[in-house]
């Protein structure tokens, strides 16, 4: 009885730590139905730690020239799902901009282009694949991963929806805000099984989508 105990303990050990184990994410980006680039997520699980590296490339052309680039990379290390440790680069159009995270005893130190301090809180970066964001359904305070400051965000759920010409149900999430800069934040978000699927975001005017690979019919 105590070997049967033990095995069946044993497996759903395994199975809980399999199901923590996230997919690599690899998004097609379009802006107003051109293709502009990509975001990718490619992520290490060991154990109890899960780290994510995140790059990001956008180049919106006209008439054959470029009129404007984005290029943006982070690492972050987690554990027990506390993030431990966060560093970005953003080249934003010639503008550069980095953020640095770092756990220490049991305060987070913040060291990046628009913000330098130390918090108590638990941060969640808007590198949006952690499901943590918006699976309580609750307003959020978040770290831009750009620069270190932080966006109060509005969470709202608007159930489920059929995506990807009805291949896939998803929650649907919008989270609206502001930036440091005064720029608005306003995006559409979708999760299945706590993996994230699609977004759709607005700026400047252009609506910017995301599509993974797998379901890109232009691809």
Not at 82 to 108: H, M, P, R, W, Y
Request: aromatic share 14%; net charge negative; charged share 25%.
């Amino acid at each position: 009885m105590k070997s049967l105990l033990a095995i069946t303990i044993l497996l759903v050990t395994f199975l809980e730590a399999k199901s923590t184990e996230l997919n690599d994410i690899f998004f097609n980006v379009y802006r107003n139905g051109s293709k502009i680039g990509y975001h990718k997520i490619n992520f290490s699980n060991d154990n109890n730690s899960i780290n994510p590296f995140v790059e990001i490339k956008f180049e919106v052309t006209f008439l054959g020239f470029t009129v404007y680039n984005y290029f943006h990379q982070n690492n972050e290390n987690w554990l027990n799902n506390s993030l431990v440790q966060l560093k970005s680069k953003t080249n934003k159009d010639g503008e550069n901009l980095f953020c640095n995270a770092k756990k220490i005893n049991n305060s987070i130190s913040l060291d990046g282009t628009n913000n330098k301090e130390k918090t108590n809180s638990m941060i969640l970066p808007t590198s949006y694949w952690n499901y943590d964001l918006v699976k309580d359904k609750k307003n959020k305070t978040v770290l831009n991963t750009q620069d270190c400051s932080f966006i109060d965000f509005k969470i709202n759920y608007l159930g489920e929806d059929s995506i990807y010409n009805n291949e896939m149900l998803a929650e649907h999430y919008k989270l609206t805000g502001k930036e440091i800069t005064g720029d608005d934040v306003d995006i559409d978000i979708w999760y299945r099984d706590s993996q994230w699927v699609k977004m759709i975001f607005y700026k400047d005017g252009s609506e910017i989508e995301y599509f993974l690979k797998d379901f890109d019919n232009n691809e």
